[in-house]
């Protein structure tokens, strides 16, 4: 295949999979299609640039906007020429003005350039805007509760859940305020210097200098989810949709679903990479139809623990029994319990390391159960506590080991004997069976019991930047 195959053969593949679906031709206001934009710009494609990618042919400028909360122009207005009377069309009006300054052709708007009476063409929309954002040419956008750099911090478009991915997906960013002044003199306000613009969007938005220069993925799930917590959609299940992009997954988009049910296939694919700070969270877990490590919402996240992970991963697999992750099980015991009617306060110890002191109250009812409390400091009937550690390595040498480092984290898990065992007997019938006797005492499967995400500790005697290696015995499939 020669060059000039290749440079088309990537163009075409691009244009077809990697800007809208729909776009606005400045020349004409028209809409057009990705055939219509290949031919457009095919003769641009360089035929012996070796490094040539397509987004230097195929430019377009994108809209980020808050919303009227009536009169925006929809697909239907602008097919049927009635848009102009709408009190929206001044907003794509004055974007069309502008985009056409930067030299742009064609234009995208959420508001007009998706059919939404096509769900096929909805969802593709929704499940690529991240993708659209990033490969536009600039974004402008409109802050239209802003005059000057000071209201900046409080306009409404910092408060929204969409305009994050809009914020982050860009390589290029230009602000215009209410009348649509510009901010800057600068063709791009997405300054790789500490401006007044990047100091104001880190004040605005509690997003680091650095993290404004943004690469998707399921990775420091925590601290991301932290920037989501306090903005708002208008469609509850838009909350989890919002952030497809931002974590580089994959949801079919379901309206009707329910904000809890979107978050947590949200989570659910988010956990298919295996990063453990997704479990970093406190509150109430979502109610999920068999796991309990899954949390509520990215409020969930706000105020976390400020722990470490590095690049290991955990395998994490979503089953009928929970969320089944292996994980470091350190046992802990009991040197103080009280039960007051409503929660079970706990004082455990690591008998492996008995400097460790975790305080623990539990207000999970599903752990303690009326008949138990009588029995509970019975050696016979008594819970039995781990830590799970989730930030261990899996360290591989002549011999497989794990590795613990000094601070650790993990979740509280327990389990309960089996006080009754089905009758058993030895049949003298059965070949080929090995027959054992009954067990003296059986375990239920380990629980997650600390509502909240996770614990976390420090092993004093570890050094800062290293590790203990530990028998991968220690290491367990749970089901949380």
Not at 167 to 193: H, S
Request: contains cysteine; glycine residues 4%.
């Amino acid at each position: 295949m020669n060059q000039e195959e290749s440079n088309l053969d990537k163009f075409e593949r691009y244009v077809m999979n990697n800007i809208p679906i729909r776009l606005i031709c400045l020349s004409d206001m028209k809409f057009v299609v990705r055939s219509d934009v290949k031919k457009h710009f095919r003769s641009s494609v360089p035929l012996e640039d070796s490094v040539y990618h397509p987004s230097e042919s195929v430019r377009y400028a994108i809209l980020s906007h808050r919303w009227l909360d009536e009169g925006e122009p929809a697909y239907d207005d602008m097919k049927a020429n009635i848009a102009e009377s709408l009190a929206g069309y001044t907003k794509l009006m004055n974007f069309c003005e502008k985009a056409r300054e930067y030299g742009m052709e064609f234009v995208w708007s959420d508001t007009c350039c998706i059919d939404k009476n096509n769900s096929t063409e909805l969802d593709e929309s929704i499940r690529s805007m991240f993708r659209w954002y990033r490969n536009s040419a600039i974004c402008i956008v409109h802050l239209a509760q802003s005059e000057t750099i000071a209201d900046v911090e409080h306009d409404e478009w910092f408060t929204r859940g969409w305009t994050l991915q809009e914020l982050l997906a860009p390589e290029k960013i230009k602000f215009f305020y209410k009348c649509w002044t510009p901010m800057t003199d600068d063709e791009d306000d997405k300054n790789m210097e500490p401006t007044e613009v990047m100091e104001t969007l880190e004040r605005a938005t509690g997003i680091s200098f650095n993290d404004l220069f943004f690469t998707p993925g399921p990775i420091r799930v925590d601290k991301r989810m932290t920037w989501a917590a306090r903005r708002k959609t208008t469609r509850a299940e838009d909350v989890a949709y919002s952030l497809m992009g931002m974590f580089d997954v994959s949801l079919q988009v379901a309206y009707g679903e329910g904000g809890d049910r979107a978050f947590c296939r949200l989570i659910e694919a988010i956990m298919q990479a295996g990063d453990p700070s997704v479990f970093n969270w406190k509150g109430q877990f979502a109610e999920h139809c068999t796991s309990r490590a899954i949390p509520q919402s990215p409020q969930s996240y706000v105020d976390c623990q400020d722990l470490e992970f590095d690049d290991e991963r955990l395998e994490m697999t979503m089953t009928s029994l929970g969320l089944r992750v292996p994980l470091a099980i350190l046992p802990l015991n009991v040197s103080w319990r009280r039960f007051d009617g409503s929660s079970t306060q706990l004082k455990l110890k690591c008998p492996l390391c008995p400097t460790i002191e975790i305080d623990f109250t539990s207000y999970d009812h599903t752990n303690l159960f009326p008949e138990d409390i009588g029995k509970a400091m019975s050696d016979e009937y008594s819970w039995v506590y781990a830590l799970g550690v989730v930030n261990y390595s899996n360290i591989e040498g002549s011999r497989e080991v794990l590795g613990i480092r000094r601070k650790s984290a993990g979740f509280i898990l327990a389990r309960k004997p089996k006080s009754t065992f089905p009758p058993g007997f030895q049949p003298s019938d059965i070949l080929g069976i090995t027959i054992v006797c009954r067990p003296e005492k059986k375990f239920t499967k380990w629980s997650l019991i600390n509502s909240g995400g996770l614990i976390a500790v420090e092993f004093p005697n570890i050094p800062e930047e290293s590790v203990v290696y530990i028998d991968p015995d220690y290491l367990q499939s749970v089901y949380l």
